[in-house]
């Protein structure tokens, strides 16, 4: 059986749900009005870890330093899924030298898992 969830606020939601009954955005007007990065930003926030693990994975192919504080935050937000958070700082290194990737790794300076705080310690001396 599949689930389906909202795409702004992410509760589970009938196949047929036209509106969300948490948020109350139109689905269909919302998946029109935000571009497929925005979706993947947006998605490191999904309840499903596989699916935010997806996402995680696509940002860093995609190389956009739009991503670079979204994945920070997900690996803040989801900070028990190391083995997440480890993916995020290997997507964060794809990313091309910006603010936000720096900053990134710096918010990842604060991690409870000593090993990504030292990995992201690593990627600000490169």
Wanted: hydrophobic share 40%.
């Amino acid at each position: 059986m599949v689930t389906f969830f909202c795409p702004n606020c992410f509760i589970k939601l009938p196949a047929t749900a036209v509106v969300c009954p948490n948020c109350g955005i139109n689905i269909e007007s919302w998946q029109q009005q935000h571009s497929y990065l925005d979706k993947l930003i947006q998605s490191l926030k999904h309840p499903i870890s596989e699916a935010r693990m997806g996402c995680i994975i696509t940002l860093g192919n995609l190389r956009n330093p739009k991503a670079a504080i979204p994945l920070a935050e997900c690996a803040l937000t989801y900070s028990i899924d190391v083995w997440q958070a480890m993916e995020i700082i290997r997507s964060l290194r794809k990313l091309p030298d910006s603010p936000e990737k720096e900053t990134a790794f710096k918010m990842l300076l604060e991690h409870p898992s000593s090993v990504i705080r030292q990995e992201a310690a690593t990627s600000l001396m490169k």
